[in-house]
């Protein structure tokens, strides 16, 4: 019988046959010339033709010069309006220039297919390169870092040079793999040996792949502490090193030569910082070597930055192996976030979750090197994954909690696309960033899942056994998890990796049979409802009883136990992704599911959690002139924060005339159970203070991008209002009548940098009625007429002159029908309509908080002239809004966000329906108003809100100002507050 361990080489090794990869060499010689930036280098690349076909073309990548105007990257950023290196200018932009170039001995210029991007250069072979036949390439170049850092850039004497030299584009079974450099998508490359010789001025500290054969790093003049002794490793490679090196640069005075080697790495990155601190470690056979700068020594010193590397690395063996190169360099770099490269990592901080991520991708990506920019979730997301397992493994919550429910909105609102897309091919830098991050991190979750953790840790064993320093694809690590677990999981990988489908199980019922011996024997039936399958867990509150395949529409799961299982749940640890886990429970007598939380509700926060609906009740109160003091119970719910949303509010009037004591207000809106991708829907329904009626509206976001473009919507409201109870009415905004209308209406919202425009029309059509009044005659109870009522707006607020802020808005509304409109239905003249205001108790009715008449309250909307009365309407309006605004300080944090001086001026033309004309015969009125105000902006947790107290000099005519004490004169002084903004 063969051994385990014969077994498990054969596992290892039996897949690799076949695979090949180009054999490529580099000899470089460098200067830098630190005033300028600018860094001569000559290459020689000695590569060996591997594959089985005959090459006729040669490319490398000139990475550098993504980093300036003209390259697609910059088209990238211009699109998506990112202002990076579109716009940079010399000296700041960064080039990689080829000056000279020799192959197969024949001096050639190249040519750029991706013109005018640049990061690609070609030469058609002067011969073809047989299998198995040898080239040699010499390249003369020049290049230089940007200013604005992105994986790469200089500041002052520091440099980090990372994609310097024109780099060999691999060559492997999908041909040449000559891709632009683009923001979504890294690198990839040949592994290859480097023999790297670099001129520099003699103070400068160097960090770099490999290990310094010759010359002085800088590395003991940088070291915190003066008795560490330094491992350089120069014995490591006992390859002979090829003449002349450092023996034939010619010197100056004042500069050093150093010469770096790696072998079996596919590119080779070097950081440069005189101010560099030198710190030492090791783990294994590796030294680990941390750069950092004198300020830095709190967070990175003190042996912080290497004891979290060593941590890293002693992790990351334990998932995978033994770490195959000499030494690992931490440099802090001039960019935040990191950046990986073989054997060394650069990093914005010392935190220990950046480096354990960076690190990981010596394995992810560096010994186990997959096509970044055609794969990226394999080592983007795979890092990732290990990251979050690494705190899981050391006390942390397990990573899955706080990812799924993030991965799930995407999923819910269709932003998701396929994790296996090229890179460019998303729609958009965030979505690759959400899908190649983010939910391949939650594949590699769920693979744990349906594996185990045991498994999971002898898949990546055994991956990185057979795959170490090659390049690797899907099919490479799910063929090790085939054979490893011994399962097909192609399903899986289909479903995370090459579709975006949603996952939902419903328990669909529950049988116990108690059986002779005592033991119970239980029936469980499970309905998949959504198009994604993983295996289903069942289980009560502390216990695990079965798994079913979850792959049936419909699927029987029985399992005997020696007690009566208690209230059985699918899926009790919330691993199947499943997007309603309130049809998850076993139902009950009364309570049905009751997948419920009750709590005290806090106006504050609200609370949303991922296994139940959130049902937040809280006391209220308000008053007005006919209900009196009237108490209510308002209850708040929601699911997943967006789903399932409701607000309940019954109240009671305790005045001694009111009628109809008893209100009810309810919505209810996005039903988990018909999700509809970027959509709001609601249905609302009431019969408070004297009004009743009921409202369906639906919003559809047509937003193409989450963070970037223009944000349309389209939606359609239907309405019937019906008034019931004349005592609840400020007769100035009401009429005894009611309306049945509905229409479409459309909005959008755009920013360019700080500049925010916006724009919505409204188109609704319907039929009011009304109570004749006392003596008059009519067939019917009510007399009814068609009607249309129309508004339309935009808005604009820019940066100004002198630091502040300029607001313009144009508006235009009209009403048409026989009749003069119901005052309801009016178009106000100074702001929101009583149908707008409506769900407000404090705007609702007579005598409330906001309607007081000593009290100037604005709701904005409409017309907008803020200074007027409220019950001045008409059929139409015509106004435009203006505001200047200088902000006198903003903050992050607090209570108080910001305070402004806002100066403001409206003006507008109305029908002599809503303002008698000012002369006869004339039918429409100017007004116009202007005034100061303070415009102080609030957060209270998830609360916000923006207050404002104005103060309107002027109003004309005076006599239709909102305030009539002072309204007396045309210059007046009157005030009024807000709890919105203007608009």
Not at 127 to 135: A, N
Not at 484 to 510: I, N
Not at 733 to 742: I, K, N, P, R, Y
Not at 805 to 831: D, E, H, K, N
Request: proline share 6%; with cysteine; net charge neutral.
């Amino acid at each position: 019988m063969p051994s385990l361990a014969s077994f498990f080489l054969l596992l290892l090794t039996r897949d690799t046959t076949g695979y090949w990869q180009q054999q490529v060499s580099y000899r470089i010689t460098a200067s830098l010339d630190e005033p300028t930036g600018v860094l001569t280098g000559r290459e020689r690349i000695s590569y060996v033709n591997r594959s089985s076909t005959t090459l006729r073309d040669f490319y490398v990548h000139q990475y550098l010069n993504a980093f300036r105007p003209g390259s697609r990257w910059a088209a990238a950023d211009s699109a998506e309006e990112r202002e990076r290196f579109q716009h940079l200018v010399d000296p700041d932009y960064a080039f990689e220039r080829i000056t000279a170039a020799t192959l197969m001995g024949r001096e050639l210029r190249p040519d750029y297919p991706y013109a005018p991007d640049s990061t690609i250069a070609h030469w058609t072979l002067a011969r073809p390169l047989v299998p198995g036949d040898s080239l040699v390439v010499e390249i003369e170049w020049q290049a230089r870092l940007s200013t604005l850092p992105r994986r790469q850039g200089r500041q002052g004497r520091r440099f980090d040079f990372a994609q310097w030299y024109p780099k060999v584009v691999v060559y492997d079974k999908y041909g040449w793999e000559d891709h632009p450099l683009y923001p979504a998508g890294e690198f990839y490359g040949e592994f290859a040996t480097y023999d790297v010789t670099l001129d520099l001025p003699d103070d400068q500290v160097i960090g770099a792949t490999g290990v310094p054969v010759e010359g002085d790093p800088g590395w003991d003049k940088a070291r915190v502490d003066p008795a560490q002794e330094i491992d350089y490793q120069r014995l490591w490679y006992r390859s002979p090193l090829a003449a002349p090196g450092c023996a034939g640069l010619r010197v100056t005075a004042g500069r050093k030569c150093v010469r770096f080697r790696a072998e079996r790495v596919h590119h080779f990155a070097f950081s440069l910082n005189p101010q560099y601190r030198y710190e030492q470690g090791r783990y294994g056979d590796a030294v680990v070597r941390v750069l950092y700068l004198p300020e830095d020594r709190a967070t990175w010193g003190n042996g912080v930055a290497v004891r979290n590397t060593v941590a890293a690395l002693a992790w990351l063996d334990s998932l995978y192996g033994t770490y195959q190169w000499p030494q690992l360099t931490n440099v802090h770099r001039i960019e935040g976030g990191g950046t990986e490269f073989p054997m060394m990592i650069m990093d914005g901080s010392a935190g220990l979750g950046l480096i354990v991520h960076e690190a990981g991708h010596q394995y992810t990506m560096g010994q186990l090197a997959n096509n970044e920019w055609r794969e990226g979730w394999l080592d983007e997301g795979f890092t990732s994954f290990q990251t979050g397992w690494f705190f899981e493994t050391h006390g942390g919550p397990p990573a899955y909690d706080a990812l799924e429910p993030e991965v799930l909105w995407l999923d819910l609102e269709r932003w998701s696309e396929p994790v296996s897309f090229p890179g460019e091919r998303y729609r958009d830098f965030t979505t690759y960033n959400a899908m190649v991050y983010s939910k391949a991190q939650l594949f590699y979750e769920e693979l744990r899942y349906v594996v185990g953790d045991e498994t999971m840790r002898r898949i990546l064993r055994a991956y990185f056994a057979r795959w170490r320093l090659k390049h690797v694809d899907e099919d490479a690590l799910r063929e090790v998890a085939e054979d490893v677990s011994g399962r097909d999981l192609k399903w899986l990988f289909g479903e995370w990796l090459h579709a975006t489908p949603l996952f939902d199980y419903r328990l669909k019922g529950v049988e116990r049979h108690h059986l002779a011996d005592g033991r119970w024997r239980t029936v469980v039936t499970i309905e998949r409802r959504g198009e994604g399958r993983l295996p289903v867990e069942i289980g009560d509150a502390d216990t695990i009883y079965a798994r079913a395949t979850g792959e049936p529409a419909e699927e029987r799961v029985a399992f005997v136990t020696a007690a009566r299982p208690g209230r059985l749940v699918l899926d009790p640890r919330g691993r199947t992704h499943d997007y309603n886990l309130l049809n998850n429970r076993e139902a009950r007598a009364l309570v049905g599911r009751g997948a419920w939380t009750f709590r005290l509700d806090d106006p504050t926060r609200e609370a949303a959690r991922r296994d139940r609906l959130v049902r937040a009740w809280l006391p209220v109160a308000w008053s007005n002139t006919f209900g009196g003091f009237t108490v209510g119970l308002r209850e708040r719910s929601n699911y997943l924060g967006s789903y399932d949303r409701g607000l309940l509010l019954p109240a009671l009037a305790t005045g001694r005339g009111a009628t109809n004591r008893f209100s009810f207000y309810g919505r209810w809106s996005n039903p988990i159970g018909h999700p509809e991708p970027r959509s709001q829907t609601s249905v609302s329904a009431w019969a408070a203070e004297g009004r009743a009626g009921a409202k369906l509206s639906v919003d559809r976001s047509l937003r193409e991008h989450l963070d970037f473009g223009a944000d349309p919507h389209v939606g359609f409201d239907a309405l019937w209002m019906a008034t019931t109870e004349l005592g609840y009415l400020d007769r100035g905004l009401w009429d005894d009548a009611g309306s049945v209308e509905g229409g479409p209406w459309w909005a959008t919202t755009t920013r360019h940098g700080a500049t925010v425009l916006h724009a919505r029309f409204v188109a609704r059509g319907g039929v009011v009625y009304s109570s004749p009044g006392r003596g008059i005659v009519s067939a019917t109870r009510y007399d009814f007429e068609g009607f249309g009522r129309f508004t339309g707006e935009a808005s604009v607020r820019t940066p100004f002159w002198a630091r502040t802020t300029l607001g313009l808005r144009l508006f235009a509304g009209g009403y048409t029908g026989a009749s003069p409109p119901v005052r309801q239905r009016r178009i106000p003249i100074a702001g929101a309509d009583p149908y707008e205001t409506f769900s407000d108790p404090l705007l609702r009715s007579r005598g409330a908080l906001f309607l007081r008449p000593d009290f100037y309250y604005h709701a904005p909307g409409n017309a907008n002239l803020r200074s007027f009365r409220r019950d001045l309407g008409g059929r139409w309006a015509v106004s435009v809004n203006g505001e200047l605004t200088r902000s006198l300080g903003r903050r992050d944090h607090g209570f108080l966000r910001e305070a402004s001086l806002m100066g403001f001026a409206d003006a507008g033309v109305v029908d002599t329906v809503a303002v008698p004309a000012t002369k006869p015969g004339r039918g429409s009125t100017f007004l116009y108003e202007g005034g100061l105000g303070l415009v102080t902006r609030h957060q209270l947790r998830d609360l916000d809100w923006t207050l404002r107290f104005e103060v309107p000099f002027v109003v004309a005519p005076f006599q239709f100002a909102a305030d009539s004490v002072s309204g007396k004169a045309r210059l007046a002084l009157r005030w009024q507050v807000s709890l919105s903004p203007s608009f």
